[in-house]
């Protein structure tokens, strides 16, 4: 069974720094795409960022791209969204999901199949 436990949310202040982690179960990162996903109050969830470990691609929005950074470790099966000069914008619940398919249609965020159940990151001003 695929399984996908978010951890590493919580409240910081604005221009400070968070880790959240995606502890994957039941298949390898390094057979999948992973992405980080996240959805504000109000508004549609969005993808920020996926990893495709075994072909060290990774890629990222505009609007995180040079804060966020995008991880896998292999032998933890877990994979990592390191988010620096956090903004109040960025205030949202973080969720990561896995993609069995490898291809162009990742850049659109599909494929994306199985989830976890989130973990909120709120940053105040």
């Known amino acids: 069974e695929v399984q996908l436990v978010e951890s590493g949310g919580g409240l910081v202040q604005a221009g400070g720094a968070l880790r959240l982690s995606c502890a994957a179960s039941?298949?390898?990162?390094?057979?999948?795409?992973i992405g980080w996903f996240r959805q504000a109050p109000g508004k549609e969830r969005e993808g920020i960022s996926f990893?495709?470990?075994?072909?060290?691609?990774?890629y990222y929005v505009d609007s995180v791209k040079g804060r966020f950074t995008i991880s896998g470790d292999n032998a933890k099966n877990t994979v990592y969204l390191q988010m620096n000069s956090l903004k109040p914008e960025d205030t949202a619940v973080y969720y990561c999901?896995?993609?069995?398919?490898?291809?162009?249609?990742?850049?659109?965020?599909?494929?994306?199949?199985?989830w976890g159940q989130g973990t909120q990151v709120t940053v105040s001003s």
């Open positions: 039941g298949f390898s990162i390094d057979d999948y795409a």
């Open positions: 990893i495709t470990s075994r072909h060290g691609i990774t």
């Open positions: 999901a896995a993609a069995g398919t490898i291809g162009s249609q990742l850049l659109s965020w599909e494929g994306f199949d199985d």
